[in-house]
């Protein structure tokens, strides 16, 4: 995929149809702190009231495909933020997560300057969100042992980090 043809920009109303493509597939949904959207409604009100404090619409010549987040840390946590995505399963293995993710990265430093690491918490098992991490950049630190619930399971979770000094790679 041409770096060029993909862009990260706000949701927009007009993203509705596109976002609940991919929001209403519980391949996307199954890994991620997302409901499975059922309804226009439902991916209207995400759009609109949606609590998470930064986040992007992943998109290929402007049609949302995905989504990337940062959740900020607060009080003694604020110089950390968690980083979180999603992509539609068509555009799965084209390396576009991982162009997206290196896009946000910037973004999220300049937008919240008080962070200085962000921080992403993998299901174990998901190799294919490990592989994004590591092109993006991010440094596995260690692995979690049954960690937290996750729809309904207690999950082992791989902790990565990226550092506002850290390089970030170039694309081959």
């Not at 989504?67 to 999603?86: L, M, T």
């Not at 969100?129 to 260690?142: C, D, I, N, T, Y």
């Amino acid at each position: 995929m041409e770096s060029s043809r993909i862009t990260l920009r706000p949701y927009r109303s007009s993203d509705v149809d596109d976002l609940l493509l991919w929001g209403g597939d519980d391949r996307v949904t199954k890994s991620i702190h997302f409901t499975t959207l059922t309804s226009q409604e439902d991916a209207l009100t995400f759009i609109e009231k949606s609590t998470i404090p930064w986040r992007r619409s992943i998109c290929i010549d402007d049609r949302s495909i995905g989504i990337v987040v940062a959740r900020p840390g607060s009080g003694d946590d604020r110089c950390r933020a968690e980083i979180g995505y999603a992509l539609a399963a068509e555009y799965w293995g084209q390396g576009i997560t991982p162009k997206a993710v290196k896009m946000a990265i910037p973004l999220i430093f300049n937008d919240f300057p008080e962070i200085v690491r962000l921080q992403a918490l993998s299901d174990a098992n998901n190799k294919a969100s490990h592989r994004v991490l590591e092109k993006a950049g991010f440094v596995k630190e260690g692995m979690f042992r049954k960690y937290f619930y996750f729809k309904g399971e207690i999950k082992d979770v791989v902790l990565y980090s990226l550092l506002s000094t850290d390089p970030i790679p170039s694309d081959p």
